[in-house]
């Protein structure tokens, strides 16, 4: 960030911290480790906190870019990553917009290459289309539609983890990330000692990596997990199915035709014989069309961070340094009707004069903003403040 619009972002997030960061304190908050990324530009880590008022006047003073605080517990967090004594860690999860294909393509993404300086915009490419370089950096936009699909993905991760594995609502925590992803974390003895490779079995299961779907050769109708998962969801599918969604999972024309055709028998019995007795329907139909429904079963996580049992993650009720928003918590019950773009919105009054570069259409709260092209426009606080730590606009003399 440049100087001016980084004095203005650090300016807000000082008043922030002094006067509206409310949270509730972290369990063992002793017990973990912290680190913070300053405005100075450095990160500073292995930070420990003995109770809630020592971590706020923490905030207060030094005012942080980012906060984040460890899943793990340990022995002695300020001390290096091999003398810590690991105690335990929770189980964490992350959904970023960033690992879910979205229908928004991410046009509102831009990418600079790191060789050349070439500016494009759109999902990023493998390879620099002027220079061929492969180091590029990338400025991502909180979406609406980017952060539904993320939604979306954690209602699916949220309904494994309570129907399948067990957890009661109570042991869940939701968060909004503040930028364009949720996080999921579960506190419980249960996971707490669980090492990188049983937390690796969980990922591969919410993933759906293994899972060998097919039709079943008999009546029995007592699912659970992923057999019922599959089976709801080849129901969903079929039942929505027109011949072009077949076509698009690359079944052929005849084919897809046929299926829609037998539909309702489909429907009906879902067995092997059943779908055997349909003409041109092989093993290789019935394979794509599983795989289908387990891709769309699965949840996108982002699995290195589940797997890291020494993870730092972003520190509940804190400003995301990308865009002035801050880490939310939501009740699992209300996931549905939870609308980031108004509860995590931190800044309620006055407005700000700034010079817009280039900005896309979004909402905060009830207002929509934008599209701006190089010009002066005067903004609520949150508005402008997003522009700004998104680099996309300066603050006005
Ligand atoms: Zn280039
Ligand atoms: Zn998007």
Redesign the pocket.
């Known amino acids: 960030m440049n100087q001016k619009p980084c004095n203005f972002v650090r300016n807000m997030f000082s008043e922030y911290y002094r006067e509206n960061y409310f949270s509730e304190t972290p369990s063992k908050i002793e017990k973990r480790e912290f680190g913070f990324v300053l405005f100075e530009g450095f990160m500073l880590r292995h930070k420990s906190f003995d109770d809630f008022e020592a971590l706020r006047s923490f905030l207060r003073s030094s005012v942080p870019m980012d906060a984040y605080y460890s899943c793990a517990y340990y022995e002695n967090p300020t001390a290096e990553m091999d003398q810590k004594g690991w105690l335990g860690a929770d189980l964490i999860f992350d959904v970023d917009a960033d690992h879910i294909p979205t229908s928004c393509d991410k046009v509102h993404d831009e990418w600079i290459?790191g060789?050349?300086?070439?500016v494009g915009k759109g999902i990023t490419p493998e390879k620099?289309p002027?220079?061929?370089?492969e180091r590029f950096s990338v400025i991502t936009w909180p979406c609406e539609i980017c952060l539904e699909s993320a939604k979306a993905e954690t209602i699916k991760l949220l309904g494994m983890l309570m129907d399948d594995f067990g957890f009661s609502d109570k042991e869940i925590k939701v968060f909004f990330s503040g930028h364009r992803g949720y996080h999921v974390q579960i506190e419980s003895e249960a996971i707490l000692s669980l090492d990188a490779t049983a937390r690796k079995e969980i990922v591969d299961y919410v993933t759906g990596l293994g899972f060998n779907a097919e039709p079943h050769q008999t009546t029995q109708r007592i699912l659970h997990g992923w057999s019922k998962r599959a089976y709801m969801g080849i129901l969903e599918f079929i039942c929505k199915a027109e011949e072009d969604d077949l076509r698009k999972i690359g079944i052929r024309s005849n084919v897809a035709k046929a299926i829609i055709q037998n539909k309702s028998v489909l429907l009906k019995d879902w067995q092997l014989e059943a779908w055997r007795k349909i003409k041109g329907l092989g093993q290789e139909t019935i394979k794509r069309i599983m795989e289908h429904v387990c891709n769309m079963q699965s949840a996108k996580i982002d699995t290195v961070v589940t797997t890291d049992i020494h993870r730092l993650i972003r520190l509940p009720g804190t400003l995301h340094g990308k865009t002035g928003l801050k880490k939310t918590w939501l009740p699992v019950s209300n996931i549905e009707s939870f609308d980031p773009f108004n509860k995590a919105v931190a800044f309620e009054k006055g407005t700000v004069s700034i010079f817009i570069s280039d900005a896309p259409e979004f909402r905060l709260g009830d207002e929509t903003f934008g599209p701006y092209k190089n010009q002066k426009i005067t903004l609520p606080t949150a508005a402008a403040l997003l522009l700004i730590c998104k680099g996309k606009a300066e603050v006005m003399e």
Do not use: T
């Open positions: 290459c060789d050349c300086g070439f620099c002027v220079c061929n370089g």
